[in-house]
Each structure stands twice: as C-alpha cells, then as structure tokens.
C-alpha cells in the first residue's frame, strides 16, 4: 500500500489566515489513481473551479518513516 501525502497553497489574496492544506490518500498504484482521477468530468470541473483558489502545482511529499 502506498501512502500519498500533498500539500496545496491557498492564494493569499484569497484567505486571511494559514494558506496551506494537507491532504492523504492510501492507494496500491499512484499513477492509476491519479490517471483515474484526471479522466473524470468532476475532476475538470474540480480543478477549474479551485484555479482561482490554489497555487500550482501541487507538491507531493515523500514517506519517510511510518509506525505501524
């Protein structure tokens, strides 16, 4: 299982307060996953409204250690 972990910057003239979201996902093949995502309709619609809200590009963050 691999685990995915993001961050996304908020526009600053977009917010108040901290800019920065977390997210975390756990998938067995990352590449499919994202492939799956980026050809869905929800996910065009997703990206094109939250363009005016979110700095790209997205940056993965690396594992590195996890506790079982």
């Known amino acids: 299982m691999e685990r995915v972990c ?3 910057r908020v526009r ?3 917010l108040d307060e901290d800019g ?3 997210g975390y ?3 067995d093949d990352f590449e499919a996953a994202r492939a799956g995502m980026e050809a ?3 996910n065009t619609r997703w990206q ?3 363009s005016e809200f979110l700095v790209p ?3 993965r963050i690396e594992e590195v250690f ?3």
């Open 6 to 8: 993001f961050l996304l």
């Open 12 to 14: 600053q003239d977009r």
């Open 20 to 22: 920065l979201l977390v």
């Open 25 to 27: 996902f756990e998938t």
């Open 40 to 42: 869905t309709d929800v």
């Open 48 to 50: 094109a409204a939250m």
């Open 57 to 59: 590009p997205m940056r």
């Open 66 to 68: 996890h506790l079982e």
